[in-house]
């Protein structure tokens, strides 16, 4: 069992920037990839960026492209989003997820944490 810690979320203003982490603990710990997702009050989970965990190829939703950026660190079984440029549709509680392989869903989940943008 694989479990994810986030951490680094808040209240910004807009224009402003965060770092967002997730800390993987458990089992050897060896995803295909590590993502984030977002969800808004009252809207539906999306995908917001993931990355391959052994080649390091990411992937990012058109909505954070150019201002987001995921990243990870393999020694620390962390992996990091860092949002710049934040604007208040950005507000959304944060989840961290993992997955075993290319062809299946995400199917470890952290249990979020809010990141708040004012205008």
């Known amino acids: 069992q694989v479990q994810l810690v986030e951490s680094g979320g808040g209240l910004v203003q807009a224009g402003d920037s965060l770092r967002l982490s997730c800390a993987a603990s458990?089992?050897?710990?060896?995803?295909?990839?590590m993502g984030w997702f977002r969800q808004a009050p009252g809207k539906e989970r999306e995908f917001v960026a993931r990355?391959?965990?052994?080649?390091?190829?990411?992937y990012y939703a058109d909505s954070v492209k150019g201002r987001f950026t995921i990243s990870r660190d393999n020694a620390k079984n962390t992996v990091y989003l860092q949002m710049n440029s934040l604007k208040p549709e950005d507000t959304a509680i944060y989840y961290c997820?993992?997955?075993?392989?290319?062809?299946?869903?995400?199917?470890?989940w952290g249990q979020g944490t809010q990141v708040t943008v004012s205008s």
């Open positions: 997820a993992a997955r075993d392989t290319s062809w299946s869903d995400f199917n470890s």
């Open positions: 990355i391959n965990w052994s080649r390091g190829r990411t």
């Open positions: 458990g089992r050897t710990f060896s995803p295909y990839d």
